[in-house]
């Protein structure tokens, strides 16, 4: 894995899931792009395409003056856009995980890794990739949607693959986690929210 030469996390922490049958074809693939860094990145691409863009897209539709290449680091973590999204998703779905540098974001968003662990689990890492392959469709969309919308494209992607998953499924209950109560079967045990469930 070459997330990032300069990170200092052990590659062998991530959880790879494209061999996990978990999700469509689109996510595990994504999944495996993601952890090989073989992602169709827009400075990868300039290499061979003339006159395509170096600029990453989110910044060129939200914040014209900023002119950022697009490298994996910026587009999944130091992009302005990225990062409010990041902010958002963690405060939502991830309440009073207080993320305080670099590195910890890095453990949490790259591999799933939740302060004070070592490693990942499936259940984290598949919902932080899905997060990530959500930002990553929307990039390939041309589009930079509020943090409403591409957090119901999240839940919509995500849902599937815990209920769908015995292991996931049961993991998700002993989570506690605020995202996990989205996919809880009784209404008792869900947080208040803006999303209506009925439309997953
Ligand atoms: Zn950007």
């Keep these: 894995m070459n997330i990032d030469r300069k990170t200092i996390l052990n590659p062998e922490l991530a959880y790879s899931m494209w061999g996990k049958q978990i999700g469509t074809n689109r996510f595990r693939t994504f999944s495996f792009k993601f952890f090989n860094n073989l992602l169709g990145l827009n400075t990868r691409v300039s290499n061979f395409v003339q006159n395509h863009s170096r600029n990453c897209q989110f910044c060129n539709l939200l914040n014209p003056a900023q002119a950022n290449d697009k490298t994996f680091i910026h587009l999944f973590m ?81 849902k599937p693959m815990i209920i769908t998953s015995n292991k996931l499924y049961l993991a998700s209950f002993k989570s506690n986690s605020a995202i996990y109560r989205y996919f809880a079967p009784c209404p008792a045990m869900q947080q208040p929210h803006d999303v209506p469930l009925g439309a997953l």
């Design 78 to 158: 130091q992009c302005t856009v990225t990062a409010a999204w990041h902010n958002k998703f963690v405060s939502k779905f991830f309440t009073g995980l207080d993320l305080q540098n670099d590195t910890e974001r890095r453990k949490f968003f790259f591999f799933g890794i939740l302060l004070g662990e070592q490693a990942s689990t499936q259940l984290i890492s598949t919902t932080v990739q899905s997060w990530m392959f959500c930002i990553w469709e929307e990039k390939l969309r041309k589009r930079a949607p509020s943090f409403h919308t591409l957090s119901t494209l999240f839940l919509e992607n995500l």
